[in-house]
């Protein structure tokens, strides 16, 4: 099989240029139609055109000869569906070879990456059965039943595969399964949530429940309703909101929902929808609390954000592991990193 022709195609969807606009990124050095002889594997590129392409694709040149394979399963009526072609192949290619990476990393380390479902066969009819299966989730992870810390990173540990791409598409998140059922992918848009960082621990958590729970029997509406429930009940279970709360209440305070807030990672809208769910309050209560949020447009921009860390170190932590066991070298650091030798050295202060 010529990996380098699909890869090369790969690389140009990845980088969001058609043939003519590759073309032109290499001053057209090579004509389009050579460029398409290249990916179909009519012809194979001599080491200069391969340097060449590397640069203008962004890419080591040791990308194309690599011959891992992955499949990311899209869903005809997802999300992604709804991008234009161009941006839904740009954000799929940079998956799968971030994802590569990864995987590749983890192979090495000899990293057991198998994904257990702890909810797979728990079936899902109301929103107690949501908070079950958070609690079940919990147990199983053994996370107590107190604030979570970073969420991506609790993911990865748990073999989910988290990437962050930024996109112009209007999305927080989606996720898919790779080579089948065999890999959990949640991806999250970087645009959108690196300055929310209580929405990106939401929106991964959405995405998990959508990946884990028997929902997709119900109809759409209701199945993201379920998956917002799950996500909530997973950042603030069911007995420390009404701890913090201290039992039902009559009126909530903007100071406290605000404390709780920052202790749990969890927005004040989801808090007081939740408190709702929960029968902590009343329907007409709710109704008058969210008017006047809205009204003082905290709907957007809510008056105290999230201070705590959204993010993972895992692959940097599993990459310099086996730089210092020696199960890899300084150019194939570089390379799982995509990045260049000398880039490697100076960015990481290595000698």
Same mark, same amino acid.
């Given at each position: 099989?010529?990996?380098?022709?699909?890869?090369?195609?790969?690389?140009?969807?990845?980088?969001?240029?058609?043939?003519?606009?590759?073309?032109?990124?290499?001053?057209?050095?090579?004509?389009? #139609?050579?460029?398409?002889?290249?990916?179909?594997?009519?012809?194979?590129?001599?080491? &200069?055109?391969?340097?060449?392409?590397?640069?203008? +694709?962004?890419?080591?040149?040791?990308?194309?000869?690599?011959?891992?394979?992955?499949?990311?399963?899209?869903?005809?009526?997802?999300?992604?569906?709804?991008? $234009?072609?161009?941006?839904?192949?740009? *954000?799929?290619?940079?998956?799968?070879?971030?994802?590569?990476?990864?995987?590749?990393?983890?192979?090495?380390?000899?990293?057991? $990456?198998?994904?257990?479902?702890?909810?797979?066969?728990?079936?899902?009819?109301?929103?107690?059965?949501?908070?079950?299966?958070?609690?079940?989730?919990?147990?199983?992870?053994? +996370?107590?039943?107190?604030?979570?810390?970073?969420?991506?990173?609790?993911?990865?540990?748990?073999?989910?595969?988290?990437?962050?791409?930024?996109?112009? &598409?209007?999305?927080?998140?989606?996720? $898919?399964?790779?080579?089948?059922?065999?890999?959990?992918?949640?991806?999250?848009?970087?645009?959108?949530?690196?300055?929310?960082?209580?929405?990106?621990?939401?929106?991964?958590?959405?995405?998990?429940?959508?990946?884990?729970? &028997?929902?997709?029997?119900?109809?759409?509406?209701?199945?993201?309703?379920?998956?917002?429930?799950?996500?909530?009940?997973?950042?603030?279970?069911? &007995?420390?909101?009404? *701890?913090?709360?201290?039992?039902?209440?009559?009126?909530?305070?903007?100071?406290? +929902?605000?404390?709780?807030?920052? #202790?749990?990672? *969890?927005?004040?809208?989801?808090?007081?929808?939740?408190?709702?769910?929960?029968?902590? *309050?009343?329907?007409?209560?709710?109704? #008058?609390?969210?008017?006047?949020?809205?009204?003082?447009?905290?709907?957007?921009?809510?008056?105290?954000?999230?201070?705590?860390?959204?993010?993972?170190?895992?692959?940097? #932590?599993?990459?310099?592991?086996? +730089?210092?066991?020696?199960?890899?070298?300084?150019?194939?650091?570089?390379?799982?990193?995509?990045?260049?030798?000398?880039?490697?050295?100076?960015?990481?202060?290595?000698?």
């Amino acid at each position: 099989m010529n990996y380098l022709a699909s890869r090369l195609k790969s690389a140009r969807l990845m980088n969001g240029l058609s043939l003519q606009g590759l073309a032109d990124k290499i001053d057209n050095r090579i004509t389009k #139609q050579s460029l398409s002889k290249y990916e179909l594997g009519k012809v194979i590129p001599d080491s &200069e055109m391969i340097g060449i392409l590397s640069e203008a +694709l962004v890419v080591r040149p040791d990308y194309f000869f690599s011959d891992q394979v992955l499949e990311i399963d899209i869903p005809e009526n997802g999300k992604l569906s709804l991008f $234009t072609a161009k941006e839904r192949n740009r *954000i799929v290619e940079i998956a799968k070879d971030e994802l590569g990476r990864y995987l590749e990393l983890e192979q090495i380390l000899g990293i057991e $990456t198998r994904f257990d479902n702890p909810l797979s066969g728990v079936l899902i009819q109301s929103f107690e059965d949501i908070d079950k299966a958070a609690e079940k989730l919990r147990e199983f992870w053994d +996370l107590g039943t107190g604030p979570l810390s970073n969420v991506i990173e609790l993911l990865e540990d748990h073999h989910v595969k988290v990437l962050e791409i930024e996109s112009t &598409e209007e999305f927080d998140g989606f996720c $898919t399964w790779v080579n089948g059922k065999n890999i959990p992918l949640i991806v999250l848009n970087k645009a959108k949530l690196n300055d929310a960082p209580d929405r990106k621990r939401f929106t991964a958590l959405h995405e998990l429940a959508h990946l884990i729970l &028997e929902v997709n029997h119900h109809p759409e509406k209701e199945k993201e309703k379920f998956c917002h429930a799950f996500a909530t009940a997973m950042l603030i279970p069911e &007995e420390r909101l009404r *701890i913090e709360l201290g039992g039902k209440r009559s009126r909530l305070s903007f100071h406290e +929902l605000a404390a709780i807030k920052q #202790q749990y990672g *969890i927005s004040m809208q989801a808090l007081v929808y939740r408190a709702k769910d929960l029968g902590l *309050i009343s329907d007409n209560y709710f109704r #008058q609390f969210y008017a006047m949020f809205n009204q003082l447009g905290y709907r957007k921009n809510e008056p105290v954000a999230y201070e705590g860390a959204e993010h993972s170190n895992r692959f940097s #932590q599993l990459l310099f592991r086996a +730089l210092a066991e020696d199960f890899i070298s300084m150019s194939k650091a570089a390379s799982l990193k995509n990045q260049k030798l000398a880039e490697f050295r100076k960015e990481n202060m290595v000698v």
